[in-house]
């Protein structure tokens, strides 16, 4: 899958989320998804420490590291289950979103103006 296969949330074509730590559906770089993918990881997020903390207590343990995984510190590009930033934005905890790097699927379940409102950068015209 290639970034000209997937739009973002503008319905352009998806741009990279980020290659370090790699991450994704297919730890590809980009917040792709296919049907295989029940967590729907499409949100292209910063994190921050709040919603580290938030997302561990939730039972997802994204900081901590582990043999296959470096664990993520703020500051640090994610493709974030999209339930997950529901969750966190319903918690006042949600982190910064990169709309271009987040991929369209994602307004199945998150209202765009909820994402608009956490954008890293000013709204497109």
């Given amino acids: 899958m290639t970034s000209s296969t997937s739009l973002n949330v503008y319905e352009e074509p998806l741009q990279a989320c980020c290659f370090e730590p790699r991450t994704g559906w297919y730890r590809d770089g980009y917040c792709h998804t ?3 993918d029940t967590g729907v990881h ?3 997020v910063v994190v921050t420490e709040e919603f580290l903390s938030f997302s561990k207590a939730a ?3 994204l900081s901590t590291p582990n043999p296959w995984f470096q664990g ?3 500051g640090d590009k994610w493709c974030l289950c999209a339930e997950r930033w529901q969750e966190a934005f ?3 905890c949600a982190p910064k979103v990169f709309m271009d790097g987040t991929h369209i699927r ?3 379940i998150i209202n765009y103006s ?3 409102k956490h954008s890293l950068y000013a709204a497109k015209s």
């Fill in 72 to 74: 993520l510190k703020p």
């Fill in 114 to 116: 909820d994402l608009e």
């Fill in 42 to 44: 499409t949100v292209c």
């Fill in 34 to 36: 296919d049907d295989d």
């Fill in 59 to 61: 039972g997802n343990d």
């Fill in 90 to 92: 319903e918690a006042g």
């Fill in 106 to 108: 994602t307004l199945d």
